[in-house]
Structure formats: C-alpha cells, structure tokens
C-alpha cells in the first residue's frame, strides 16, 4: 500500500524522524489558515502518487497565506499531469509545509534486497534527483549496508554509511540518529520502503525529511489498525477500489477484454496468451483458490464495472476451485447483472465435465484450452 | 528416491483442525501420504481422520517421528508455526500459508537457512512426488510418475503445465511450488542441484514470474548443469508497478522484467517457450538431445 506524503510525515514522526512542521488541507480556506499558522514562507504540495511532482508544477512556494490560498485552489480538483503518471491523477489534498532553507540534499532509502533476503540501507550524498538515474549513471555514489534481520541496523552501520557515502562530517551525528529513526520507523510500520529524497541539511544545521516516501507491506495490515484510514485514499482507480473492498484482486490494465481466472501465475499466462492473440485484456483478476459461486459472481460484476470491456474471458484450472461452483456463479452473474457481451469459459481439472454441462445451452462460449480460449475472445470482441 | 520427499516421508501437519487444513489432510491421505501427526495447540489427544492431534510440534515428533511438516496456519501465526517446527527437529517444512508479512518471512528464512532446515514457501501450493508423497494441495489425479521435475512460483499454472505434461506422455519425478512471496525458503537456485543429483530426473521444467531477479540467478547456475532445463516465464505482458496478485510478483524500476529473466534463461542455453503448450515439445526434444 502506497500512502501519501503527509501520512508518511505524520507516521515517521511518531518515531522521532524529523519533518519540517506543516499539515494538511482539502480546501484552499484551510491552506491559508495553516501558513498564517506556520508564519513566514510556505510549500504548498499537491498530495499524489506519482513521482515527478515538482517539475509537474504540483510543488509551490508561498509568501503569504493569501498566496498559499491560491496555490491550493490551483491544485485541490485538478489533475497533475507528471512524467509517471501522463494521463493526470487527480489532487484532493495539499501538504502545506514550512519552507526550509536547504544547505544540502541527500538521499536515504531502506527496502527489501530480495536477492539477499534482507533489508538493505541506502545512503547517497546526490540527493533530490530520481535514484534510478543516478543508480544507473553514478553506482559508487550509492553506499549499501545490509541488516542483520534478528539484530537490525546497529549505530556504526548508519554511521559508516554516512561518513562513506560524503555526508557533511558536522553532520553525521546527527544524520546517524535521523538514519536510525528511519529505520525503526520502517521496521515499525511494517514497510517494504522508505525512501526521504530529499533528505535535507539545513543551513542552521537540522537534518530534515523534505519529502517522504513510505509503502506499507499489505500483508501486515492486519496488525496496524492505525493504517485503516490510510487504506480508503491509498487507491486511486475506483473500480479497484471496490474489488478490494470486496476481497477480489484485481487490477486494471486498460483494455476491453475481461479475464477471470484462478491463481496469478494462470491469470497472468491468461492476459499474456490473450495479448499474443492480438487482444488487449482489460484487467488481472484472480478469484484465488476454491472459490465459491459467490465469489464468481461477485468478480464478474466486478469486471462488468469496467464500461470498456467488451467481452470476458474465464479460464480456470481447478485444483481446490470446483469446476461446478464456478459454473454456478457465471450462471447467476449473467442473470443477476443482465449480461450483454460475450463470455468464453474454459474449465479443466476438477469437476470441470460437471461445470461444463451447467453451462449448456446457455450462449457461453466453450474453450477446450487456455490458447483456444484466447483466440475465441479477441474473434468475438473484435 | 526422487527429490526432498517419497513414500518413506512422514508428514505432520500444523493446523490440521482447521477447515483448510482437514480438508487437505483427506487429500493427502487419499494420495497415499503418510500423514502421521497433526499439531494444533490445545487440541492435543483428539484425532483428525484417524491422525493423532499433538499440542506442540515437539510432541509430535517425540512419539511419531514425524521428519516433515506442512503449515495451514493462519498468516498471523505462520511464522512462528515454521520456528516451532524447525527448532523441534524437523528436517522439512512445506509453508502453504500465503499472506505472511515479509518482515517476518525475513527473519524466518535467515534462521531456518542457519539451522540448514529446508523450508518450501510460504504461499505455495506444496510439492509432489508423482505416485509417492503429496504434502500441500496440489491435485495428485493429474500427475503421473516419470523424468520431468518442475520447480515453480505458481501454483494453478503448475497444474496446467502438469496437465500438458501428463497428456503429452511426460511423467513427472518432482513438483515443488516454491511459492509467490519476494521472500521464499528456497528459491530456483537452492533447488535446482537436487534436481540435478536426482536418478529419477531426466530434465527440468522451471516456471519463473515478473518480479525479483530468482530467474537470472538460476541461470547462472544453470549454465553449470548437466541435464537439460526448460523455461517458462508469466507475466510477459504485465504493467510495471502493479502487484498483479503474488506478493512477489511486481516488476519495480529496472529489475523483475520478463524480458531480463527470458534472456538470461536463452543465454545460459535455456530454451524458454513463448506459450504454455509449447512445453511439452520442448521437453520431449531436450530428452532427446540427451539419449
């Protein structure tokens, strides 16, 4: 789960990282009321997901409050349009912070080494540019350390990575207990990354998180409740959104053939073998292992919500998903919701044969394998 | 005797009380595994189809001899499930959960490496010795004994190559579904040596998804072995960034992309089939090549 600036802000403080002072708004009215707060200048930043935000203009300086007023309602209701994101996301908040004044900006990150199986510290004296570029241009000027995980990230390992990586030596000190806070914070949280880029030294000698990137492991929510009011704004496509809501996964790619499927690997071979066919498949939606008609019927409708979708495609391989149950939920899904398109089915494994014969007579389109499948779906939606 | 486990195995299973995990101890139990103790804490002395229920993984062993154990266990308890069962002994352990939060499969998988206890998982499917041991939930009537092991991140895309493979007259030695999690006990590189050192496989099917760099470092070591192996890749046409259902499975900047992992497998000689059914013709000329 991805969350926004602010709740990253709100989230490290709690574990003693330091952020420049600042809240946010959703109108321009409470923008203007927190600067006259803060007093003096201002950064008022459009609250999105994508990267890119300040050459997208979503990042703007204010001397009054009158001027942070207008920089929101310039971007509260607009669509930022980044490098990330060209279609625009949509802006409904604005973290309206203090301006600090910078000396220097560095960069720290901590995530998963999948490799290694461990987490892996990262600390680099090129801050505020995108990493991926200077991981690809300047590799030297990213110093790792990797963490032992029954120890965790020790003082010396921040402090070595610092001192190697060129951080200011007056400020290594204190950049070591930001460095470990960070850490704590991510561990704490339960995040797969934390990332401050900027990480900032100002020029009275504060180490600050200018912005703050945190991604929470979605398999750990169960144990931070404190997420929950984070999850609603973390998705930004409705109709995910929904399917989440409703325990489906699912997730939209933009074209207009609709594909169920049960286990990833299949359902990802499914979209794959729909593409090579020369169709372009409309979203990944993968209804897990012995699902019931319920469920079926449920990711149908999901699927339907999509208005570009002009046909679906079910492949199932049954293993502990019952042929028959699948069957049965298709069948009450197109009486329920009133089905319009065409729909091919290809059932295999267990109870497929009883599956089948549910559906005879029905105008579904049989599929004997997944490839055949495939190419009766791109015929039927073309 | 086939890789990991046969008809000499002795399973346990953690959580054998709940819905899950009774259901698929009758399946195993059909297969002909022998599943001879189930733990599920404060239940101990009752019994689950005829198997003896045990409060801890300890006593199980004590009075079983149980040498392998598969977890049904919800994800919130999962972990500390495989250390239960690592620190009483046991040799195997096959994590079906899926859901677990990596930080703590990070420090799991660090411990049971150190301990060198083989962990399958988590969020797998199991494994499979055709004709011998199940020990998870894959469906036993679709696999035949015979020289193809598969190693794989999927479970349903297991079944569908399996299938593939039965019809086309392939037999399979053994199936591990290593699972779909970024942090696993055993990748492709820890496994395939077993494969490699096993007189009932003849070649190797691996079956490798979007997300992490397991592939390329598989290659790598595959470039050193002697018997033939075939690759699959999913996940061809995925998005970047996107989660597309696997935990593991999300291509992030540069690293996980499909095409990476197809040209390291083709680079280290691999052949790597575009289309699931194109599987069982490469299989079949590769044991070929070999004879």
Redesign the interface.
Known sequence: MKIHEYQAKEVLARYGVAVPRGRVASTPEEARAIAQELGGRVVVKAQVHAGGRGKAGGIRLADTPEQAEQHARALIGSRLVTPQAPQGVPVHKVLVEEAISIAQEYYLGIT?D??R???VVMVSAMGGMDI?QVA?EHPDAIVKVWV???QGLMPYQARQALYDAGIAREAVSTATRFLLALYKAY?GS?A?LAEINPFVLTTDGQCLAADAKLNI????L??HPEFGEYKEESEEDPIEAEAHRRGI?Y?R?GGDIGII?????????T???V??AGGK?AN?L?IG?GAKADLVRNALEIVLMDPNVKGVLFNV????TRGDEVAKGILEGIHSLQVQVPIVIRL???RAEEGLALLQGTGLIPAV???EAARKIVEVTR | MAVLIDKNTRVLVQGITGREGEFHTRQMLDYGTQVVAGVTPGKGGQEVLGVPVFDTVKQAVSATGADASVIFVPAPFAADAVLEAADAGIRLIVCITEGIPVQDMVKTVALVRQKGVRLIGPNCPGMMTAGQCKIGIMPGNIFTPGPVGLISRSGTLTYEIVDLLTKAGLGQSTCIGIGGDPVLGSTFVDLLPLFEEDPDTQAVVLVGEIGGSDEEIAAEYIRTMRKPVIGFISGRTAPPGKRMGHAGAIISGRTGTPQAKVDALRSAGVPVADALYEIPALVKQALTNRT
């Open positions: 998963l999948r490799a199986q461990r987490d991926e690809e032992e995980p029954w561990v339960d797969s492991d979605d398999n750990a169960f144990r996964q997730v790619l499927g049960n286990g990833a690997g299949l359902v990802m071979s979209l794959d073998e593409s090579r498949p990944f993968d292992g391989f049954g293993g502990i295999a494994g267990t394998t997944m490839q």
